[in-house]
């Protein structure tokens, strides 16, 4: 499964990780040196095997999303529960007050491909 389908962008993505490589509520994080990005990138299955991504730190204090706990739609932060929509990027629960970053991601065959600064 994944969370966004298609191929809408003129990137074919940066492969990141086999499915198999992330358990189900659970994530990794994707080092900005491979993205490109300003921030590390949290890649997240939630527990319908779906994957999504974020920004990997924390809006409210510096904490690995992808090191929280995965489960119905949102990223519960590991230090403060703060909790993020998986799809949106979106605060779903108290202390953070401010957004993450989604980006898009593709499955394809079993691979997890990352599509940094696009969103879902």
Known sequence: MTGISGN???SPGIRVASVDDIPEG???AI???VTGTEDDIAILRDDDG???ALNDTCTHETASLAEGWVEDGD?????HSSRF???TG?????????DTVPHRVEVR???VYLFPGERP
């Open 75 to 79: 990223v519960e932060c590991p230090l």
């Open 31 to 33: 080092s900005s040196d």
């Open 90 to 98: 979106k605060v779903d629960g108290l202390p953070a007050t401010r």
């Open 85 to 87: 929509n998986l799809k």
């Open 26 to 28: 659970e994530g990794i």
């Open 8 to 10: 809408g962008g003129n």
């Open 109 to 111: 065959d079993g691979e």
């Open 50 to 52: 779906t994957c999504w």
